[in-house]
C-alpha cells in the first residue's frame, strides 16, 4: 500500500502551544508519518503566523491533510463565522483540501424536526464556506452531537449535495451510536472523502449511556484490539475507490502517544 496515505491525528499532544504541535511532529514523523490531522484551535497556538507553522513542517517533512472543526452553538455562532475567513485562508495557504467537520456539541433531549433543520442549515452554510477556499468539508458523526445518530448522518448528506458535503467516518463513534460501521460505511462509500480509523471495545461503552454525558476518553483504544471489523471496512473504501487520507486517531493514549501512534501506524500498514 501507500505508506504516505497513513495519517496521524496530533490533537492528543496538545491544542494550545506550538512545542505541543512541535512534539507531536518530531515523534509521528520518527515513526513514519508523513501526514497528520489537526484541529482548529492549533493553529491560534501560532498566532496565525503562517511562515512559523511552515517551518515545523518543513524541519519534519510533514503536510497537513486535514484540520477538525467543530460547529458552535446558535449563541456563538456570530463569532465563529466572524473568525473563519482568516482561518480557511490559513489553512487553504497550507494546501489543505479537507476539513473534518464535528456537529454542535451537547444533544438536546428531544432531537425534533426543528433542531434537525437548525443543524442541517449550520452544516450547510459551514459547507459552502470553506468550498470558497477549494476545500471540501467532511462530516463526522460524533457522540453526544448533534450529528451522532444515522437518522441525523442522513439528514445532512442527504440534503446536501455532494459537491458541498462529503463524509469522514469514524469507525468508534459509530459504534457508540449503536450503529455498525461496516453498514453505514457501505452506504455512503461514495462519499467518503476522509477517515478517522479508531477501536472500541465490545461493551466498552462508559456506563453513563451513549448520549447522556459522552463516552469517556479511556474506552477508545489502538486499533485491532477492540471489536471494529477492520477488515470489513478497509476492503469497502478499497472497492469504492478511496484513495485518500487513512488517518489513525486515539483520544487517549494507554501509555504515551508516540507508542499508540506507532502500533496504529503499523496496524494500517499491515491490514490496509
Known amino acids: ?15 494550545s502551544l ?10 509521528v514523523s520518527a515513526i513514519g508519518y ?55 485562508e490559513f489553512i487553504a ?3 489543505v483540501k479537507r476539513i473534518c467537520v464535528q456537529a454542535t456539541w451537547g444533544r438536546p433531549e428531544v432531537m425534533d424536526k426543528n ?25 463526522h458523526p460524533h457522540n453526544n452531537t448533534y450529528v451522532m445518530y444515522e437518522a441525523e448522518l442522513a439528514n445532512c448528506l442527504d440534503n446536501l449535495g455532494a459537491d458541498v458535503l462529503q463524509f469522514a467516518p469514524d469507525t468508534a463513534h459509530l459504534v457508540c451510536a449503536g450503529a ?16 478517522h480509523f479508531k477501536d472500541i471495545p465490545a461493551g466498552g461503552v462508559s456506563s453513563r449511556g451513549f448520549a447522556d454525558s459522552g463516552v469517556e476518553l479511556f474506552d477508545f483504544v489502538e486499533l485491532g484490539t477492540g471489536c471494529v471489523d477492520f477488515r470489513a471496512v478497509f ?5 469504492a475507490g478511496y484513495d485518500g487520507p487513512l488517518c489513525a486517531e486515539l483520544d487517549k493514549a494507554p501509555i504515551s502517544n508516540a507508542i499508540s501512534a506507532e502500533k496504529n501506524y503499523n496496524f494500517i500498514l499491515e491490514n490496509y
Not at 500500500?1 to 491544542?15: C, E, H, L, N, Q
Not at 455562532?77 to 475567513?85: C, H, P, R, S, V
Open 1 to 15: 500500500m501507500d505508506k504516505t496515505r497513513i495519517t496521524a491525528s496530533i490533537w492528543p499532544w496538545g491544542t
Open 18 to 27: 506550538r512545542e505541543e504541535m512541535e512534539l507531536a511532529a518530531k515523534e
Open 34 to 88: 508523513e501526514s497528520f490531522e489537526s484541529v482548529k484551535a492549533a493553529i491560534y497556538a501560532f498566532d496565525l503566523d503562517l511562515a512559523a507553522y511552515k517551518e515545523v513542517l518543513k524541519r519534519y517533512n510533514l503536510k497537513p491533510v486535514s484540520f477538525y472543526y467543530h460547529l458552535p452553538a446558535k449563541e456563538a455562532e456570530k463569532d465563529f463565522f466572524a473568525n473563519l475567513d482568516k482561518e480557511l
Open 93 to 95: 495557504e497550507l494546501g
Open 115 to 139: 433542531e434537525l433543520d437548525a443543524q442541517l442549515d449550520l452544516v450547510g452554510r459551514f459547507a459552502e464556506w470553506s468550498k470558497r477556499y477549494g476545500i471540501m468539508s467532511n462530516l
Open 180 to 195: 455498525d460501521p461496516v453498514a453505514v460505511i457501505k452506504k455512503y462509500a461514495d462519499r467518503v472523502n476522509f477517515t
Open 235 to 239: 476492503d469497502i473504501l478499497k472497492e
